[in-house]
């Protein structure tokens, strides 16, 4: 799916291009990434999604990574489970910044797997991990890189925030009655 949006930076990147691309290493996991496409969408940010395994499908990996600036991107959100490798193995093929999602993929140690496979990586080479099937935070902080040199997306921004306060202040409301 893909939205008009002003590309920040715009190079030779037309504006509809995907600007986030959204990978995970199995379709088990779609039903914790959908919450990332879901966001994206709504703050109008042309994004990809699509499988890239890194154990299943390494080759396909290593080109995803490196042909992923050049076709325009300019964040990468992915997310594993288990053996989670997906989020630094793209990190080590490219310099577009990476936010990986930890999954809770059914392992018998509930995921703490996937958050160790991904948040210790070496210096020089890092991925933003989120929580624990984090995926609508990868997006509100992929949305936030993208902010710094896109004065809508920065309104938008503002705008989910309030409409947080507003929940938490509406339920308030709520329990005073
Ligand atoms: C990882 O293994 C995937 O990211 C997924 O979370 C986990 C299990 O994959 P399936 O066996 O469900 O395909 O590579």
Redesign the pocket.
């Known amino acids: 799916m893909t939205t008009a949006v002003p590309v920040p930076n715009s190079e030779s990147v037309p504006a509809d291009t995907p600007l986030v691309g959204i990978i ?6 779609l039903k914790v990434m959908t919450a990332a496409a879901e966001l994206l969408r709504q703050f109008g940010v042309p994004y990809e999604l699509t499988l890239v ?1 890194a ?1 299943r499908t390494p080759h396909r990996l290593v080109e995803y990574a490196e042909t992923a600036r050049k076709r325009g991107l300019r964040v990468l959100i992915a ?4 053996a ?1 490798h ?1 989020p630094g193995m793209v990190a080590s093929f490219t310099t577009l910044p990476v936010v990986g999602v930890p ?1 809770n ?1 059914a392992t018998s140690i509930q995921g703490l797997d996937s958050i160790l496979s991904m948040l210790q990586m070496p210096a020089g080479v890092p991925v933003a991990t989120v929580a624990l099937d984090g995926a609508a935070n990868a997006a509100v902080l992929a949305t936030q890189m993208l902010a710094l040199s896109n004065a809508r997306l920065q309104d938008a921004l503002e705008k989910y925030r309030t409409s947080l306060k507003d929940k938490v202040m509406r339920t308030i409301e709520e329990l005073r009655k």
């Open positions: 995970m290493g199995s379709q088990s996991d395994s154990h997310g594993g489970g288990g989670a997906l999954i993929s």
